[in-house]
């Protein structure tokens, strides 16, 4: 079974800054099979981008995902408020430990 | 386009409960897509629990979960369920129920795309 890491564990950002979050798998996976999702407190994770770097509808822009084989990126270009929340990778059953983006 | 979940709530270790999840909005296509239960735990990070695929001819279960838990759909009420048995301390949760991306597709490399407003399901003595 393929597992999932993703690093850092915390990310301290201040708004306007540029987050960049990686998710690494223990062997090379297909990119059309990895997502990323947003979860807030007291919420439901949030579809961002699947396939590795198609945004799912309403996402905005400034979330952008990359990657191959075994090491994937999402990027969120400008912070907003609004985007201090945890983020997870994920493929197929697997769910990666998350990512927590939080106020500097 | 929701889905509106139901029947979580305090149980004791050993007995069962089932979850349900209903589809809601006009063009959901409930009927053409895999649906998926995904938990939780306090403090924790998802786990994927079950899928089922637009036509039940495909079934899966995590390995904690798999002799004590069946996943089943309705695709005439539009409706999820997850029926719980022998429950225990670890199974502890907020369930979600989860709409796949992709239409007419097996449960396995999903992309999870609507979700559920989740249901805390406790187990206590």
């Known amino acids: 079974e393929i597992g999932l890491t993703q690093s850092p564990g915390t990310l301290s950002l201040s708004s306007g800054e540029r987050a960049t979050l990686s998710c690494r798998a223990s062997?090379?996976?297909?990119?059309?099979?990895i997502a990323w999702y947003q979860q807030k407190p007291g919420q439901a994770p949030r579809l961002l981008v699947y396939?590795?770097?198609r945004r799912a509808t309403g996402i905005p822009d400034r979330f952008s995902g990359s990657g191959s084989g075994t090491d994937f990126t999402l990027t969120i270009s400008s912070l907003e408020p609004e985007d201090f929340a945890v983020y997870y990778c994920?493929?197929?059953?697997?769910f990666g430990p998350g990512t927590k983006v939080d106020i500097k | 386009v929701q889905l509106v979940q139901s029947g979580g709530g305090l149980v004791k270790p050993g007995r069962s409960l089932r979850l349900s999840c209903e589809a809601s909005g006009y063009g959901f296509s409930f009927d053409h897509h895999t649906m998926h239960w995904v938990r939780q735990a306090p403090g924790k990070g998802l786990e994927w629990v079950a899928g089922i695929s637009w036509n039940s001819g495909s079934i899966g279960y995590a390995d904690s979960v798999r002799g004590r838990f069946t996943i089943s759909r309705d695709n005439v009420k539009g409706s999820l369920y997850l029926q719980m048995n022998s429950l225990r301390d670890e199974d502890m949760a907020v369930y979600y129920c989860?709409?796949?991306?992709?239409?007419?597709?097996?449960?396995?490399?999903?992309?999870?795309?609507?979700w559920g407003q989740g249901t805390v399901v406790t187990v206590s003595s």
């Open positions: 396939g590795a770097s």
């Open positions: 062997q090379n996976i297909d990119i059309s099979h």
């Open positions: 994920q493929h197929h059953s697997i």
């Open positions: 989860v709409k796949a991306l992709y239409e007419y597709g097996d449960y396995v490399g999903d992309v999870f795309h609507i």
